[in-house]
């Protein structure tokens, strides 16, 4: 069945370091890939996301890289700050049907100052 | 910025009761969807719908839960018998096209004691 991949599952880095967490999804169907970040006591806020027509996609410190060839796709988070300790989601999504997103299992990551 | 909105933001019952969570989607968007997640674990998908129908429903979405669209405003959740298994937090998303961000309520946390 349809399932989502993710790695680490918790990640320590010392603030102004990279954090680079990875996604492994099985339907090669899926086209739409969202990460969300979701802080404690709150509701998942989407934080970039990619098409399956573009490999790579940038905003300010944020980037996430797919490739649909091996099924996989990376969230990039430069320069990290505090601000930036929270859970991250990736998801993968075929954008025809229903939409539904499929989870991957969450990476905790913590940026020691 | 509009943004999904949903009560309550805790709901404590007793295991067999019913319960209705309420979820005000953003006032354009046509697609709608419930999710959970249990305490650590990865946000699931129950539901979507669209056009006064159910679209897709998750394995976990059995007979003892019904989704509706009673008004232009609202999306509710009806669990009819509560079970302890079904204690999670439970999102509700909207988006304006089915290809495209979620936008996610802050949840409600459903405790079945």
């Known amino acids: 069945g349809e399932n989502v991949e993710q790695h680490p599952s918790t990640l320590s880095v010392q603030e102004g370091d990279s954090a680079v967490i990875k996604c492994t999804y099985s339907d090669s169907a899926s086209n739409y890939f969202p990460w969300y970040k979701q802080e404690l006591g709150k509701g998942p806020q989407l934080i970039i996301d990619?098409?399956?027509?573009?490999g790579e996609k940038k905003d300010q410190r944020i980037a996430v890289t797919l490739n649909k060839t091996a099924k996989h796709f990376s969230l990039h988070i430069t320069e990290t700050q505090p601000e930036d300790s929270a859970v991250y989601f990736c998801?993968?999504?075929?954008?025809?049907?229903?939409?539904?997103?499929?989870f991957g299992t969450g990476t905790r990551l913590k940026v020691l100052a | 910025e509009p943004e999904v909105t949903q009560t309550p933001s805790h709901q404590v019952t007793q295991m067999g009761q019913e319960v209705i969570l309420r979820c005000v989607p953003i006032?354009?968007?046509?697609?709608f969807y419930w999710y959970r997640q249990i305490l650590g674990q990865k946000v699931e998908f129950l539901v979507s719908f669209y056009n006064n129908e159910i679209s897709e429903k998750s394995e976990i979405f059995d007979d003892q839960f019904s989704v509706e669209r009673p008004d232009g405003s609202n999306f509710t959740l009806k669990i009819r018998s509560t079970k302890l298994e079904d204690s999670a937090m439970y999102f509700c998303?909207?988006?304006?096209?089915?290809?495209?961000?979620?936008?996610f309520g802050p949840g409600t946390r459903l405790t079945v004691l």
């Open positions: 998801a993968a999504c075929l954008t025809s049907g229903t939409y539904k997103y499929i």
């Open positions: 998303a909207s988006s304006e096209m089915g290809a495209g961000e979620q936008f």
């Open positions: 990619i098409r399956s027509n573009v």
């Open positions: 006032s354009n968007h046509l697609y």
